[in-house]
């Protein structure tokens, strides 16, 4: 499976995004539409399991597979020279290290990548918020609220990048790579991000 550029032609269903923000995603996962759907809606579904309900509800498992899955995948569509002189920083999940449902399932999936990569949670996030995907009609939160609550883990700036890879599962509108690419750009001037992702949002064809 190849990496797909989000480009002119697809950049407006990601409305936070412009012509300088370099994105690549796997498979479109369609909004709206549940795990029945699509394989690419399967695979997100499976990833977002909460993992305070890994005793509760059946199916956990399947999370395990798609990490490794995810993590294979990637590793066969990234560039291995790439791989070598970059560093891999996870978009933080919505919860805080310590709730129940904190979930690292992203850094999971970049150290699953390849051995002796340069894998750093560079960004935490200092409060929990409720899940993006779980919002339903409520407000979600700004490029500068996520800002506001994003922080760099100085503990882990040395050596500094050289090149970002910023990872996270979907890509929506864009908030959370913008937020995670401003908090980086300031802290480390002139480095490149460029955001990757699992699947990107689309909406389902209303013919069909």
Known sequence: MRLSEIDDHNRGDHSYLTPHDECFYLLEYTSGRDFRFS?????????KKKPSERLSKGGYHYKAQVIRQASNTLRGALDPGWLRTSTLIPVPGSKCFGH???????????????????????????????????????????????????????????????????????????????AMKAVLNRRFPGVRVTGFFIARRVFPNPFE
Not at 39 to 47: E, G, H, V, W, Y
Not at 140 to 157: A, F, K, M
Request: hydrophobic share 30%; net charge negative; with cysteine.
């Open 39 to 47: 394989k690419a809606n399967q695979i997100i579904s499976n990833l």
């Open 100 to 178: 129940p449902d904190y979930d690292d399932r992203m850094e999971q999936i970049c150290r699953g990548i390849q051995e002796g990569l340069d894998v750093r949670n560079l960004v935490t996030q200092t409060v929990s918020t409720e899940a993006a995907h779980e919002a339903g009609n409520k407000p979600r939160p700004s490029v500068d609220e996520l800002v506001d609550i994003y922080q760099i883990d100085e503990n882990l700036c040395d050596p500094s990048p050289t090149d970002i890879g910023v990872f996270d599962d979907v890509l929506t509108a864009g908030t959370h790579f913008k």
